[in-house]
């Protein structure tokens, strides 16, 4: 898979009340403009576990967690949850893979963070 987005970048600092509602149009390069949604977004561990652990080997500071041996995995950067989703992109051949780590950072302060917009081939 190929990330569209070479640096992390904040995308969301605020309250609560807008977080969940938040979106914004991210710029790549290779397939134009994309939506990121927040309202859209599902767990990492929600596509699968061999592409989730592929997708968190190209994000710098990201991991995989296991608290009990077949429980569901936890995937972080930080102490913030890895979130994706996904978006057709110019036409249905390819989608892309938005991830992101959000959550709350500090009490009352929510951030969602740019991790990667990548290619689903």
């Given at each position: 898979?190929?990330n569209?987005?070479?640096k992390k ?21 290779d397939?134009?403009?994309?939506l ?7 767990y ?27 429980d ?9 949850a ?16 938005i991830?992101?780590a ?20």
């Amino acid at each position: 898979m190929k990330n569209l987005v070479k640096k992390k970048k904040r995308l969301f600092d605020g309250a609560e009340s807008d977080f969940y509602v938040f979106s914004s149009m991210l710029d790549t390069t290779d397939l134009g403009p994309v939506l990121f949604d927040n309202r859209q977004v599902q767990y990492l561990w929600e596509l699968g576990e061999r592409q989730a652990d592929a997708l968190v080997g190209l994000i710098p500071g990201a991991k995989k967690y296991m608290d009990f041996p077949g429980d569901t995995p936890a995937y972080k950067q930080g102490n913030l949850a890895l979130y994706v989703q996904r978006v057709t992109g110019r036409d249905d051949n390819h989608s892309v893979l938005i991830v992101v780590a959000a959550g709350e950072s500090q009490p009352a302060r929510f951030v969602i963070d740019l991790c990667g917009v990548f290619v689903d081939e």
